[in-house]
């Protein structure tokens, strides 16, 4: 089964993150496809693939500018998404406490509210914590793929 990794990013490193999933995951002998959420809409979430949402989180909380129209569209249109699984990896700054990691933490509740089923916690990256959010993302890859592989799927 395909992974679809779509990336929400304002400065471009959910996208390096992203990038560096898509590697890990090909290591594992996984395909996968890295895709910006720019002109996306709620029909990408089709039952033959499995997603990971990587987004950055912009101004006070919200989404990357690029990933507004998927993420508006998913509370206009309300799609039934009941089948699709997902994972959450979330860049911020606890700089920001009120709205660290808001961007992953909308579209976890959009894709909850519209049926999806997420595996695994949502991953928070600090940009603060001294790390790297494409080494987080290595790291957090790993472990969403084999959660993936524990319930039956076989990305």
């Known amino acids: ?9 304002q400065s471009g490193n959910a996208e390096i993150a992203a990038d560096e999933m898509a590697e890990t995951l090909a290591d594992l002998g996984t395909d996968s496809l890295v895709m ?3 002109d996306l809409d709620p029909s990408v979430f089709a039952r033959d693939a499995v997603y990971v949402i990587c987004t ?10 690029n990933g507004q129209a998927l993420y508006t569209a998913l509370g206009r249109e309300k799609p039934d998404l009941s089948g699709i699984t997902y994972g959450v990896f979330t ?8 709205t660290f990691c808001h961007g992953g933490k909308r579209f976890d509740e959009a894709l909850t509210a519209r049926g999806a089923q997420r595996i695994g916690e949502v991953y928070r990256h600090d940009a603060g914590s001294g790390t790297l ?13 084999s959660q ?3 319930v039956g799927i076989d990305a």
């Not at 395909?2 to 990013?9: D, H, K, S």
């Not at 950055?56 to 500018?65: E, F, I, L, M, N």
């Not at 959010?133 to 793929?145: F, P, Q, R, S, T």
């Open 1 to 9: 089964m395909l992974v679809r990794i779509l990336v929400a990013t």
């Open 36 to 38: 910006a959420m720019d």
């Open 56 to 65: 950055a989180t912009y101004g006070q909380g919200d989404v990357p500018d």
């Open 91 to 98: 860049l911020g700054d606890l700089t920001y406490k009120e």
């Open 133 to 145: 959010a494409e080494d987080d993302a290595i790291d957090w890859i790993k472990v969403w793929y």
């Open 148 to 150: 993936l592989q524990s």
